[in-house]
Structures are given as C-alpha cells and as structure tokens.
C-alpha cells in the first residue's frame, strides 16, 4: 500500500516533534502493526504428492453419460 507524498510528510513531521520516548513507542507500534500484517498473509503451501496408479488407456467406447452408466429408468 503506497502512501502520496503530502501525508508521509505530515506523518513524519508529527513523529519529529514527539520527544523521543514517545517515538519509540510509535516505533514499536509501527513494528506491530508490520508483525499483524505478516501474520494475516497465508503461507505458501506445497503442492499435495497423491500417489498416481495408471490403470491403463480408457476402452474408446466408453461413455461417461449418466444414461449408459446407470440407465434411464426415470430416477
């Protein structure tokens, strides 16, 4: 997420004129608020390894139709 350059100004300009012991609390808030960021992201998965068992080139005949694989008896 980009900031525009006028409000990162304005930002920066009000930590400078915190006196420093509130500037390393809006650091450790800053460090927070990047930790919670990186906590919602998912980590990346591996791929599923499923074991593959070739049975073979399909008949050309076959047919996947609902009708040819269970008939058409009207259910």
């Given amino acids: 997420m980009s900031i525009q350059s006028q409000p990162m100004q304005n930002l920066v300009e009000k930590i400078r004129s915190l006196p420093?012991?509130?500037?390393?609390?809006?650091?450790?808030?800053?460090?927070?608020?990047?930790?919670r960021t990186q906590a919602r992201q998912p980590a990346p998965r591996k791929p599923l390894d499923f074991p593959v068992?070739?049975?073979?080139?399909?008949?050309?005949?076959?047919?996947?139709?609902?009708?040819?694989?269970y008939g058409d008896d009207g259910r």
């Fill in 53 to 69: 068992i070739s049975v073979g080139k399909w008949p050309e005949d076959l047919s996947l139709r609902r009708e040819d694989m």
């Fill in 20 to 35: 420093a012991e509130r500037i390393a609390e809006v650091e450790d808030f800053v460090d927070f608020l990047k930790q």
